[in-house]
Each structure stands twice: as structure tokens, then as C-alpha cells.
């Protein structure tokens, strides 16, 4: 069995190979053989930048060596050759990346200025801190079946106070406390800018009879539905402190323990997102993090 490191040796060959057709995630994680839920996470851990601006990075590479050493190669011929879908949308991404545009670029191309504007380059050359298995403290945990109502957030980031808030009305509205119920969220991708799409649910816990109370509120609302956090094995870790310590744990626990443990044995991950369990949220300064990474 490959590592999880090797597999993913698999995905950069394939989008190196590929950057003229589309390169979803679901493609991607079909190749590295792990649940798309999970992909993001792995992907930034092992190569310390998100997929989609490593992609940008080669598509902007292949783009300003055609636009640089060919006066006479029309713009969108080389929007096509880079994987983009329209002349406007290479022009709109290509400008944002490197501070001109690809006519400008063409006509005196600023060398200095692209490498400089490559932020993923930085990111993969640089060294990066490594935490040890003391500093993450993780451990294998079993645990039962735990009934959840949750609403999804599926939008920009700068949004999510609103979901929150909703998430806490509906708590009030139906006594959901959070000294008896449990607070979880599912995070689906690493960390976002404002204006970024951000993907998380926001889950309460609920008794099965509470659940069955609710399930007449649910069946009629446009936001929450019912969840699970599914029984099984998890490895888990509690965390306090800032988010980035809790990003650099994160990083950890996918980019070296799991691929420790993927070297040592087969193992399969369940397609269930990362959870965050939050405690103690109704004291600001004692709230802490528990992580769980769930196993098939």
C-alpha cells in the first residue's frame, strides 16, 4: 500500500500533465484515493498551499511563457492552452496574480514582478515548521453515535457570523443549551479569505428525543436538517490556544501522522469531514478545540 505522500506524488504529475482540462476536486481525491472531504486538508499539509492556487501557479507559468516569448500568439489562444474557460476569465485571474495584464505582460513582460507575485512558489520552497507527536498529543478514540442538527454553510467566508447567529437562535428557540448539547462543526476545506467560498456545517447534538420533537421544525425549514457523527474510530486531539496553533496541528495530523500511519498499515478514511468539537463556548476565554479524524 502507498503512502499517502506517494499517492499524492500522483495528483501533481496529473495536474502537470493536465492543465488544459478540468481539475475538480473529485478527480483529484479519486486519484489519491481519499474521500474529497479530506483532500484539501492533505494537499495543503504535504505541499503547504491550497490546490487551487498551485494549479493557478502552473497555469500562470505555461500562460506568461507563451505571452513573453511569442509577440504574435493571440491572447486567447493562450487562455485556451492554459486551461481557462473564456479569454475574460484568463485576463480577470492572470492580472490579480501577477499585476498585468496578459496584453501588457506580452509587450514588456516584468519578470521580477511574476516571480515575486508567485506565492506558491514561496510557499512550497521555504522550510516549514514541524510540531512533534508530544506538542499534537493525538490518540485513538471509539465512539457511539451521535444524532446532530446542523445548518450548512455554503458561501463566502465573510458570511459566516450570519450562520452562526442563525445556528444560535435556533438553539435558544428550542433549549438546545450549550451546558447539555454539544457544539460541532464540519469543516470541509482549510481556512478561506473574506470574499473566498467557505464550506462548514454548524451542529448542535440532540437527544433521540429531541430529535423526534424537532423533526417537525426541520421537515419545513430551508436551513437545518438532520446530521450524524457516525460511530467508529477516530483520532482525536484537544487543543487551546490560537487558530493558527490549531491550523499548525491540523497540518500535523495530515501531513505527518496520517501519513505515518498510512506507511505502517492500510487504512481508509471515513467520508466524514474533520469535526471540531467547541467547549466551553460560553466562556470566551477558556473555549477550546477537540479534533476528530474519523476511520472506516
Not at 496574480?97 to 507575485?117: C, H, R, V, Y
Not at 476545506?189 to 417537525?216: C, G, H, M, Y
Request: hydrophobic share 40%; with cysteine; charged share 20%.
Amino acid at each position: 500500500m502507498e503512502k499517502i505522500s506517494q499517492r499524492f506524488e500522483h495528483v501533481l504529475s496529473h495536474i502537470d500533465n493536465n492543465l488544459t482540462s478540468r481539475l475538480d476536486c473529485k478527480l483529484l481525491a479519486s486519484i489519491a484515493q481519499v474521500p474529497e472531504c479530506h483532500f484539501d486538508f492533505i494537499f495543503h499539509s504535504l505541499f503547504h498551499t491550497r490546490t487551487e492556487d498551485y494549479i493557478g501557479l502552473l497555469r500562470n507559468l505555461e500562460a506568461a511563457q507563451q505571452l513573453g516569448f511569442d509577440k504574435a500568439i493571440p491572447i486567447s489562444t493562450v487562455a485556451e492552452s492554459a486551461g481557462f474557460a473564456s479569454e475574460a476569465s484568463f485576463t480577470e485571474a492572470f492580472t490579480k496574480a501577477i499585476g498585468q495584464s496578459p496584453s501588457q505582460f506580452q509587450l514588456t513582460p516584468d519578470w521580477g514582478n511574476f516571480f515575486e507575485k508567485q506565492q506558491p512558489l514561496k510557499t512550497l520552497s521555504e522550510g516549514h515548521d514541524e510540531l512533534t507527536a508530544d506538542q499534537v498529543n493525538i490518540e485513538l478514540v471509539e465512539l457511539e453515535a451521535i444524532p446532530l442538527i446542523a445548518i450548512e454553510h455554503r458561501t463566502q467566508a465573510q458570511y459566516l457570523p450570519q450562520t452562526i447567529e442563525a445556528m444560535r437562535a435556533f438553539r435558544q428557540a428550542h433549549h438546545l443549551s450549550p451546558d447539555t448539547s454539544r457544539t460541532f462543526n464540519f469543516i470541509y476545506q482549510s481556512a478561506a479569505e473574506p470574499l473566498q467560498q467557505f464550506n462548514i456545517d454548524i451542529a448542535v447534538s440532540v437527544t433521540q428525543t429531541q430529535k423526534a420533537d424537532l423533526r417537525s421544525v426541520i421537515d419545513v425549514s430551508d436551513y437545518f436538517m438532520e446530521s450524524m457523527i457516525s460511530e467508529g474510530r477516530y483520532a482525536t486531539f484537544l487543543h487551546s490556544g490560537s487558530d493558527e496553533d490549531l491550523n499548525k496541528k491540523v497540518k500535523y495530523l495530515y501531513g505527518t501522522w496520517l501519513n505515518e500511519q498510512s506507511q505502517n498499515k492500510a487504512i481508509q478514511l471515513k467520508k466524514l469531514p474533520l469535526i471540531f468539537e467547541k467547549l466551553n463556548i460560553t466562556q470566551p476565554q477558556q473555549i477550546k478545540t477537540r479534533v476528530y479524524l474519523g476511520f472506516v
